[in-house]
């Protein structure tokens, strides 16, 4: 009787989660299958569903128009070097306020965070002066520094909770076999954390790949990412979901690709020490 | 002996000039507008006939907007040429952000670009930005629903006429909505239409000591006007149309009337896209009898932003893009129908242009429109569809909500009125004015 209801209880967690999944999924498969509408069907009303002639026209000329390589190139460069200059940053941060806490240590974590609340618009101004007295506008170096800063904060919180659940008489011990401490971080720490680390890393990843402000905003024609070859493809002139849809399909694949298969580790890391 | 080596200096430095004269690059940001694909499709010709190459940044309107007000307020010097309008040209050029262009050579002929265009891009007589393609709006309507409605569409009808046709033409069992207008909020977008529109019923936007005029009855008219029609004979969930929703509706043959953009009438006569193409008749927009059109007028530009290092190649871009050749080239390429519209005084003399359906309707709506003077009543601001000052966007887009909800049936039009009149006033009053 009790696994029946187990069972029963289980069916319906399942297709929650299946509703939950697909709902925030949706908005995606939309965009998607608009990408192989005719610009006419992706703003017919009624919306068209599944049943229309599928073309692969947008993608052509969405091939055509842009170099969505160097768009490419650009989207890695960036969110890959913000992401592990982050890491490396973090990494000796994290250590610190996890293992050997100061008073003032809580009070930090909270000020670094409370630095996300201001609306990115209102340092526009000054970083755009800074930028242009460095020449770092329009340059790929400059766009992984201000994203790496923009989410240090959450790289540092992510890996202290990490490095809060490995206990610290471990690190004592190889202390006390005599390791240095660059042995420490690097030969004992790092190691038991590599899954928190993996999961901070995919999670920043996809945080500085979607970013849209700082990277619209400091780009013109050669360090521009996804994000703006994304964005010119809206019109105030003529009909565009139907190529906006492709180009935005082509922006995300890689990383939906990315998370698709390292999903196992996401979910491992971002449930570390969950259930200890 | 040192006359040998200063001649090979000179030589030497000449040559450098000369290089970097010959081979710059130079940043264009522009929008995605048909127009400007094919000018980038083009771009080869220019390079060939000049040396300069040319990287182009396409971005949303808005993004453009704030990305190269950013870089002109800080001489970013990111581009060195941009894609704008007649709304900020004026603002603009009056801030000292852009370089005039006042020595174009003769050849350009810089008197063969359409007078009201000329001016909306001028600051006291000084052109600041050269018009590369220009709009009004204008009816487009379906001759074949008319006719089914026992209606003859005359060149310049009244806003009465409109309103019966409308009606007339409503088939809402089949799906035929009589007119479609554009209902979504934004100040480019219901707000240039009903802002137009009210010049037409006698309301103005201020009077000549900068009072918001919301509270005047003219603007009740209009707008009682405009939510009664669209509720009679306009499409289901109007406030969510703008420029793009209207064509897609009218080019799948639902609507029998639509006021816009002139340049829309080489999208719904195209039989590649259009279900409806040659079924589409034109005529001036409607007017009440009071002297106004509701017909704007609107240019995407091109300037240079002071500041940037390639003036002279900039300069010779923008000869090539605005030119009488280049539209020649386009007519070569793709058509006569094709060719950027609106700019040209010539390009409507031209015979092989006078074949094109909606030329001489676009021709005429740009002639009558005239931004020094939009209002029955006297302003203290230029521009039919907006008011030139810098405060208007963002104004204009907050009333651009009220009015959306209106339509919408989410308050009244008093409501609506009463809530756009005292945001304006405040917002003025905050400005200083």
């Known amino acids: ?276 | 002996m040192f006359a040998k080596y200063a001649l090979g200096a000179a030589t030497a430095i000449s040559l450098i000039a000369a290089g970097s004269a010959s081979a710059e690059t130079i940043t264009i940001a522009t929008v995605n507008n048909g127009d400007m694909i094919r000018m980038q499709g083009l771009t080869d010709d220019f390079t060939a006939k000049t040396g300069h190459d040319v990287e182009w940044v396409t971005l949303e309107e808005n993004v453009l907007r704030q990305r190269v007000t950013t870089d002109i307020t800080t001489k970013g010097g990111q581009f060195d040429i941009m894609t704008i309008g007649m709304y900020e040209t004026p603002i603009w050029g009056k801030n000292g952000w852009l370089v005039p262009l006042d020595d174009l050579p003769a050849e350009y002929d810089a008197d063969d670009i359409l007078p009201a265009m000329r001016g909306g891009l001028s600051v006291d007589g000084t052109l600041y930005a050269a018009p590369f393609y220009g709009e009004s709006s204008m009816i487009m309507y379906r001759t074949d629903l008319m006719e089914k409605a026992g209606l003859e569409m005359p060149d310049a009808p009244t806003w009465e006429f409109v309103a019966e046709a409308a009606r007339a033409m409503t088939d809402k069992d089949n799906g035929i909505y009589g007119i479609c207008l554009r209902g979504k909020a934004g100040w480019g977008e219901n707000m240039a239409f009903l802002t137009a529109t009210a010049n037409a019923f006698g309301a103005r936007w201020f009077d000549e000591n900068w009072q918001a005029q919301f509270d005047q009855p003219e603007w009740k008219e209009t707008l009682e006007f405009y939510v009664n029609l669209m509720n009679d004979a306009g499409p289901p969930g109007a406030s969510n149309n703008g420029f793009n929703e209207n064509l897609s509706l009218f080019q799948q043959g639902k609507c029998g009337m639509w006021i816009d953009a002139t340049v829309a009438a080489s999208f719904v006569t195209n039989p590649n896209d259009s279900t409806v193409a040659d079924k589409v008749g034109f005529a001036l927009a409607p007017d009440t009898g009071k002297g106004k059109r509701g017909n704007w007028l609107w240019a995407w530009a091109l300037g240079i932003p002071a500041g940037t290092q390639k003036t002279d190649a900039a300069k010779e871009f923008i000869q090539w893009a605005t030119s009488k050749e280049y539209i020649e080239l386009v007519a070569a390429k793709e058509g006569w129908a094709n060719v950027p519209p609106g700019a040209r005084t010539s390009l409507y003399e031209d015979p092989n242009y006078k074949d094109v359906p909606f030329a001489r309707m676009t021709l005429e709506s740009i002639l009558s429109a005239d931004p020094t003077n939009p209002t029955v009543d006297p302003v203290p601001y230029v521009g039919i569809q907006f008011a030139a000052i810098p405060e208007f966007a963002g104004i204009a887009g907050q009333v651009g909500q009220e009015f959306a909800a209106a339509l919408a049936g989410q308050q009244s039009v008093d409501e609506a009125l009463a809530k756009a009149q005292a945001l304006t006033t405040d917002e003025m009053e905050a400005a200083g004015y």
């Open chain 1, 1 to 276: 009787m009790a696994r029946a209801i187990t069972s029963q209880r289980k069916a319906l967690n399942t297709a929650l989660a299946w509703g939950v999944g697909l709902l925030i999924f949706f908005p995606i498969l939309w965009t998607i299958l608009t990408s192989f509408k005719t610009e006419a069907q992706a703003i017919s009303d009624p919306p068209v569903f599944l049943f229309f002639d599928w073309t692969l026209e947008n993608y052509s000329v969405v091939q055509e128009r842009s170099n969505y390589g160097r768009f490419l190139w650009n989207s890695i460069i960036i969110a890959g070097g913000s992401t592990i200059l982050g890491i490396i940053i973090a990494v000796p941060a994290a250590w610190s306020m996890a293992f050997v806490p100061s008073k003032r240590t809580k009070d930090i974590l909270l000020w670094m965070l409370s630095t996300k609340m201001l609306p990115a618009v209102g340092v526009l101004y000054p970083i755009y002066l800074l930028f242009i007295k460095l020449g770092l506008l329009d340059t790929k170096i400059g766009l992984v520094i201000v994203l790496m800063l923009i989410n240090l904060p959450i790289i540092v919180w992510m890996l202290y909770t990490y490095f809060k659940e490995i206990p610290g008489e471990i690190l004592e011990a190889a202390r006390m076999d005599g390791a240095t401490l660059r042995e420490e971080v690097l030969y004992i720490l790092t190691p038991m954390a590599i899954p928190g680390i993996a999961s901070t890393l995919l999670l920043n990843v996809i945080l500085a790949w979607n970013e849209a402000f700082w990277t619209l905003n400091l780009t013109a024609a050669k360090a521009a990412p996804l994000t703006a070859f994304i964005a010119s493809y809206s019109s105030p002139e003529g009909l565009f979901y139907a190529k906006l849809s492709a180009a935005s399909t082509m922006a995300i694949a890689p990383i939906l690709i990315l998370g698709w298969f390292s999903q196992k580790q996401l979910v491992s890391g971002l449930t570390f020490g969950a259930v200890k």
